[in-house]
């Protein structure tokens, strides 16, 4: 059978077809929506904007954001979406004041200090419904707060993450909640003043610089970004022969007693494989870039050559060439305990 080509205009008309049986409404919400619910941060001094994809917090020996006191409160605003109408049970484990409003009608109320609570069921349509969520800390009490649901038709769970959206207009808060963590990994307010809604991470101490080899510190201080391609640390064009002087002044006036063992490391056969392990699984990785791993440990965690850290703005000094930079019992009590070297350190 000989077949015939279909003209240009066809396809133009077909086009038209399909599009007018596509619901554009539907379209457009799609380009107008973000994952995740608009959150809003407030004490009596200050109002921070976030975007959270999960309503699961812990806040015991922490705020939600450095810039808010003891006494704050959170709103979260945005759509849920309900796959299988029915009847939905909202639960919550909460140490504070809570309130759930499903499109515009109270679903869930709690106020206690690590209470289960249950709601009422409510009849939900399947589609988007508008939700708000309200929380505010009880004094000296410990805030914490997940959120849980279930119905007919699934047991209880945590309130999942693709269930949430918010408006677009609202993802401003993703990007300054992005610029405030670069600001903070930066290190910016410990230079600059005006940003006292930033926290000042100080800059590593040098109270022990004298355990860094002064070839290694006149490196630095020429070029950060040779030791370090993440240092916050800005370059000042120093000479070789400014780098040496300053490097010489900081040996001088850092602390004679050092923390280290006088003691030397004995290591055993199996130590280094043993370490490598660990050090791939521990979650080094997640801060830090490793290279050159040609042994099983790599092998085993089907680690490249090359492991890059996804910690970003966080990222940790590279630990590539780390043995030109530091002894053994530097790494020792490093590991140990980071503070007795860097009363300023942010490892864990």
């Given at each position: 059978?000989?077949s015939?080509?279909?003209?240009?205009?066809?396809?133009?008309?077909?086009?038209?077809?399909?599009?007018?049986g596509?619901?554009?409404?539907a379209?457009?919400?799609?380009?107008?929506t973000?994952?995740?619910?608009?959150g809003?941060?407030?004490?009596?001094?200050?109002?921070v904007?976030?975007?959270d994809?999960?309503i699961?917090?812990d806040w015991?020996?922490?705020?939600?954001?450095?810039?808010?006191?003891d006494?704050?409160?959170?709103?979260?605003?945005?759509?849920?979406?309900?796959?299988?109408?029915g009847?939905?049970?909202?639960?919550a484990?909460?140490?504070?004041?809570?309130?759930?409003?499903?499109?515009?009608?109270?679903?869930?109320q709690?106020?206690g200090e690590?209470?289960?609570?249950?709601a009422?069921?409510i009849?939900?349509?399947?589609?988007d419904?508008?939700?708000?969520?309200?929380?505010?800390?009880?004094?000296?009490?410990?805030?914490?707060?997940?959120?849980?649901?279930s119905?007919?038709?699934?047991?209880?769970?945590?309130?999942?993450?693709?269930?949430?959206?918010?408006?677009?207009?609202?993802?401003?808060?993703?990007?300054q909640?992005?610029?405030?963590?670069?600001?903070d990994?930066?290190?910016?307010?410990?230079?600059?003043?005006g940003?006292?809604?930033?926290s000042?991470?100080?800059?590593?101490?040098?109270?022990?610089?004298?355990?860094?080899?002064?070839?290694e510190?006149?490196?630095?201080?020429?070029?950060?970004?040779?030791?370090?391609?993440?240092?916050?640390?800005?370059?000042?064009?120093?000479?070789?022969?400014?780098?040496?002087?300053?490097?010489?002044?900081?040996m001088?006036?850092s602390d004679k007693e050092?923390?280290?063992?006088q003691?030397?490391?004995?290591?055993?056969?199996?130590?280094?494989?043993?370490?490598s392990?660990l050090?791939?699984?521990t979650?080094?990785?997640?801060?830090?870039?490793?290279?050159?791993f040609?042994?099983?440990a790599?092998?085993?965690?089907s680690?490249?050559?090359?492991?890059?850290?996804?910690?970003?703005?966080?990222?940790?000094?590279?630990?590539?060439?780390i043995?030109?930079?530091?002894?053994?019992?530097?790494?020792?009590?490093?590991?140990?305990?980071?503070?007795?070297?860097?009363?300023?350190?942010?490892?864990?």
């Amino acid at each position: 059978m000989r077949s015939r080509s279909i003209p240009p205009a066809t396809h133009v008309a077909l086009v038209l077809i399909l599009l007018c049986g596509v619901d554009q409404s539907a379209l457009s919400d799609e380009e107008t929506t973000r994952p995740g619910l608009a959150g809003i941060f407030s004490d009596s001094i200050s109002i921070v904007q976030k975007v959270d994809d999960r309503i699961a917090f812990d806040w015991t020996d922490s705020s939600p954001d450095s810039r808010l006191g003891d006494d704050y409160q959170a709103k979260w605003q945005g759509r849920l979406l309900v796959r299988q109408p029915g009847k939905h049970t909202f639960h919550a484990m909460v140490s504070g004041r809570l309130t759930i409003v499903v499109d515009g009608k109270l679903a869930l109320q709690s106020e206690g200090e690590s209470l289960f609570h249950s709601a009422e069921p409510i009849d939900l349509t399947a589609g988007d419904h508008t939700l708000e969520i309200s929380f505010k800390r009880t004094a000296n009490v410990d805030a914490r707060l997940q959120l849980f649901w279930s119905s007919p038709e699934f047991t209880l769970e945590p309130l999942p993450a693709d269930v949430l959206t918010h408006e677009a207009p609202n993802t401003t808060a993703g990007d300054q909640e992005s610029g405030r963590l670069l600001a903070d990994a930066m290190r910016c307010s410990a230079c600059h003043s005006g940003l006292a809604e930033a926290s000042t991470l100080k800059a590593p101490s040098l109270k022990h610089v004298n355990e860094t080899p002064v070839d290694e510190l006149v490196r630095r201080l020429m070029d950060p970004r040779s030791v370090n391609s993440h240092s916050a640390m800005p370059s000042y064009g120093l000479s070789a022969e400014e780098a040496k002087d300053v490097a010489l002044f900081l040996m001088d006036a850092s602390d004679k007693e050092s923390p280290l063992a006088q003691k030397g490391l004995e290591f055993k056969a199996g130590d280094a494989d043993a370490g490598s392990k660990l050090l791939l699984t521990t979650g080094c990785v997640s801060c830090h870039r490793l290279s050159q791993f040609n042994n099983e440990a790599a092998e085993s965690t089907s680690e490249s050559a090359d492991v890059l850290p996804n910690a970003s703005p966080y990222h940790g000094p590279e630990l590539v060439g780390i043995e030109k930079r530091r002894t053994a019992k530097w790494l020792s009590k490093w590991l140990q305990a980071p503070g007795e070297l860097n009363p300023n350190h942010r490892m864990p």
